[in-house]
C-alpha cells in the first residue's frame, strides 16, 4: 500500500499493470486500465487519507468522475459579445475553459433555447442559428471544446481532455410540428429536445396523438425529452410512453421549493421508476440563495427517486441568480465537498455529477440502434394525427 | 456504331451531372412525401420525369436534388429543411443507386461504385431568411449550391423576372456571396437578374455556376444567360448548365406563352391559374393556337452558341426535370441525355468535349469551391453580418 501513496501517479508501464493492479485495496477481481488504476488510487488516497478535507476528497472524487452539467446558456449568451476568447478566459460571461477545469466539468449541455422574445414563427431559423453559433464556438476551442454527439463521444472527449458539449435542449417549436425538421436537427448534433411551449405537448392528455408520435420518433433518432417546465400530465405522459430515459434538465424539488419547473414527490418517485434523470439547477430561484439549499434538494431527490435518478445543472449564463459560492462553472468542488460532509457515499457522488448523464445517453444511443431496425422515419403530419 | 451508341458508351464513362432536378418538391406537391406512393425504384411515367430505372437509362452520375420551395410561403426555413430531410430519405431508401455526396472527390467515388452522386442545392435566397448562420445551417445539412434567387427578388438580391430593387446585388448580397465562398457553397446565378450576375461574378472568389440556364442570344429570355456574362465565366472558372425548358430556349415558345399568358390576363385569371375554368380558357387557347415545340436541336444550339462565347470548360446540363411542366422532344424525361449526346457527336463534338460537357466540368467546379473555402477559412472567420447592418 505504501508504494501506492507515496509514488506520484503517473501511468504505469505496461507488465508493471498486474502488479500495481493486485496490490490496490479493491483485491484482484477489478480488471482495470492502467489509467483506471492510477485513477483509483489517487481518489482512494485522497479519501482515506486522515488528514485530507471534504474539498480535497471532493476534488480527487471530481477527477474521477467530473459533472456533466444538464444545461447551460453560453450559446445565447455568446450570441451579443463582439469578441470573446473561452480558452484564455472571459470575464463577461460565467463560462470559460479555466474555470470548467476549476470546476472540473467534462461534459456540459448546451441549451439552444431561443431567447426570450423571438418570435414563434422564425423559431426552426433562429434555431439554425443558434446550432451555427454552438457550432463555431466550439470549432473556435478545439483545445478547450469538442462536440459530442454520442455518449461514446464524451468519453474519446474526455479521454483527449476536451470538454465534451452535447447540443441541447432546444425548444419544440423548434421543429415547427415536422419531424422532418426533427431528423435535421438531429443531424446537426441536436440531442435534447424540451418539450413545451407546443399545441402536441400539454392539455388533457399530456401528449396529443401526434406528440406521441414525436416522442417515438425521438426515441429512434436519440433524441431526449426534456420535461422541465412541462406540466404534469405531459411527464406522466412521457415517463410512460418513451422507450429511452427522459430528462429534466432544470427541475429541483416541489416540496421544498414551490416553483413550476420543480418537481412533486410523486412525479419524483415516478422518474426514478423510469430510470430518468432529476438534473437539479443551481438557482437561487428554483434551489434557494445558499450552497445548503442546493445540497437539501439534491438529498430529497436522491430519496425520491433514487441515487441513479438525481444529476446537476448549473444553468450558468442563462441569466438565472445563483447560490451563494457557486457563482460560476468553478463552484461544484464546494458543492460535491457538502454532499461529502453529509455522508453522500461516493458511489453515489460519482453517479451524480458523471454516472447517471453518461447511462442516459448510451441508454438513447441502444434504444435508437435498436428502433431504427423496426421502424422507418416517420413522416406523418400534425394535420393527419390532432386534426 | 450509331452516334446513339457511342452517346450511351461515353455516358459509361463520363456519365451526366445535372444540375438541377425538382423530385423533392414533386413528391411533396403530389404525395406530402409519401415514398411508397411514388417509389422511384420502379416506373413512374405517369407521375414524374425522373425515377432510377430512367434516370440508369439517361447516363446520369450525378445529381444536384434542387431544395427549392416556394418564395411565399410565410417561413421558407422550416419548408427547406423538410426538403432537405425527403433527399435524405430518397437517398437512404436506395443505397443501391443513389449515394450521398458533399464533396468532388465523393461525386467520384460515386462513379467508381456505379451508384448516382446525389448532391443538394437550395433554390432562391428565401431559403435562409436573410440569415448567415441560415446559410451555414443549410451547407452543414450538405447543400452545395444556393441559387441566389427565384423568380421572385429577395431583400438582397433582383431577379431576372422581377422588377428591379438592389440594381443588382446589395452590400448584404455581396456577404452572403463572399459567406457562400467561405463555406464551399456554389454560388448559383440562373434565376437571377443580369445585374445580379455581373455583381456576383464582381464578389465572388470562387466559381459560380447556373445551375439551369441557357443562352440569351439565342433565345431572347430573361431566364437565359446574356453574352457578356457567359464570356466572364472562362476567367471566373464556373460554368453554364442548359436548361432544357421549352418557354426558355424556343423563341416560338416564349412567344407563345407571352400570349397565351395574356390571354388569360385578358379572361380575368392569374396567367399561372389551374383551375378548372382557367384551364378550359387555356385549352381553348391551345385549340387555336398550336403550342410550339422545341427539340434536342434547339438544345445543342445553345449549346453550340454558349461553347462558342464561354468555351468547352464552362458547360453543363441542367434538365429541370420536374420543375416544368413541358420538355422538348426527345428530351422527355431524365432518360433523355443520350439523345443530346448523340446529335453533338452528329454536330462534330469530340469525345474528350463531351466528357467535359456531362461529368468533368462540373466536379472541377465543386471541387474548386472546395480548395477556395479552405483557404477562406484559414484567415476569415464566419461572418456575423446581418441585412440591418450592410443594407441599413
Known sequence: ?387 | MTSQDAARELLREFPVVDGHNDLPWALREQVRYDLDARDIAGHQQAHLHTDIPRLRAGGVGAQYWSVYVRADLPDAVPATLEQIDCVRRLIARHPRDLRAALTAADMETARAEGRIASLMGAEGGHSIANSLGTLRGLYALGVRYMTLTHNDNVDWADSATDVPKAGGLSAFGREVVREMNREGMLVDLSHVAATTMRDALDATAAPVIFSHSSARAVCDHPRNIPDDVLGRLAANGGMAMVTFVPKFVLQAAVDWTAAADDNMRANGFHHLATTAEAMKVHRAFEETNPRPIATVATVADHLDHMREVAGIDHLGIGGDYDGTAFTPDGLDDVSGYPNLIAELLDRGWSRPDLAKLTWQNAVRVLGAAEDVARDLQATRSPSHATIESLDG
Open chain 1, 1 to 387: 500500500m505504501a508504494d501506492l501513496h507515496d509514488e506520484p501517479h503517473t501511468l504505469p508501464e505496461v507488465g508493471e499493470l498486474d502488479d500495481e493492479a493486485q496490490a490496490a485495496p479493491f483485491g484482484p477481481y477489478a480488471p482495470l486500465t492502467a489509467e483506471e488504476a492510477a485513477e483509483v488510487a489517487e481518489a482512494v488516497q485522497a479519501a482515506h487519507e486522515p488528514e485530507s478535507t471534504p474539498l480535497e476528497r471532493a476534488r480527487a472524487l471530481l477527477a474521477m468522475h467530473p459533472v456533466a452539467d444538464g444545461y447551460s446558456g453560453l450559446p445565447s449568451a455568446l450570441r451579443h459579445l463582439p469578441c470573446y476568447d473561452l480558452q484564455l478566459g472571459e470575464s463577461a460571461v460565467d463560462t470559460d475553459v479555466p474555470r470548467l477545469r476549476r470546476g472540473n466539468v467534462g461534459a456540459l449541455l448546451w441549451s439552444l433555447h431561443l431567447p426570450e422574445g423571438l418570435v414563434a414563427d422564425r423559431a426552426v431559423g433562429a434555431t439554425l442559428e443558434q446550432l451555427d453559433l454552438a457550432r463555431s464556438v466550439i470549432a473556435a476551442h478545439p483545445e478547450g471544446l469538442r462536440l459530442a454527439r454520442s455518449a461514446g463521444q464524451i468519453i474519446d472527449a474526455r479521454n483527449c481532455g476536451r470538454v465534451a458539449v452535447v447540443l441541447g435542449p432546444a425548444t419544440a417549436a423548434a421543429l415547427d410540428d415536422s419531424l422532418g425538421i426533427l431528423r435535421v436537427l438531429h443531424s446537426l448534433g441536436l440531442r435534447v429536445l424540451t418539450l413545451t411551449g407546443t399545441s402536441w405537448a400539454g392539455g388533457e392528455a399530456g401528449l396529443t396523438r401526434f406528440g406521441e408520435e414525436v416522442v417515438r420518433e425521438m426515441n429512434r433518432l436519440g433524441v431526449l425529452a426534456d420535461l422541465s417546465g412541462a406540466c404534469d400530465l405531459t411527464v406522466g405522459r412521457v415517463l410512460t410512453l418513451s422507450k429511452t430515459p427522459v430528462l429534466c434538465t432544470r427541475s429541483a424539488a416541489r416540496a421544498l421549493r414551490p416553483h413550476p419547473a420543480n418537481l412533486s414527490d410523486e412525479l419524483l418517485a415516478g422518474l426514478g421508476e423510469a430510470r430518468g434523470l432529476c438534473l437539479v439547477p443551481l438557482t437561487a430561484e428554483q434551489t434557494g440563495p445558499g450552497l445548503r439549499d442546493v445540497a437539501d434538494h439534491l438529498d430529497h431527490v436522491r430519496a425520491m427517486a433514487g441515487p441513479a435518478c438525481v444529476g446537476l445543472s448549473g444553468l450558468y449564463d442563462s441569466g438565472a441568480a445563483h447560490p451563494q459560492g457557486l457563482a460560476d462553472a468553478s463552484g461544484y468542488p464546494h458543492l460535491i465537498a457538502e454532499l461529502l460532509r453529509r455522508g453522500w457515499p461516493e458511489t453515489d457522488i460519482a453517479l451524480l455529477t458523471w454516472g447517471n448523464v453518461q447511462r442516459v445517453l448510451r441508454t438513447a444511443d441502444f434504444t435508437a440502434r435498436a428502433a431504427q431496425d423496426r421502424r422507418e422515419p416517420s413522416t406523418v403530419r400534425i394535420a393527419e394525427l390532432d386534426g
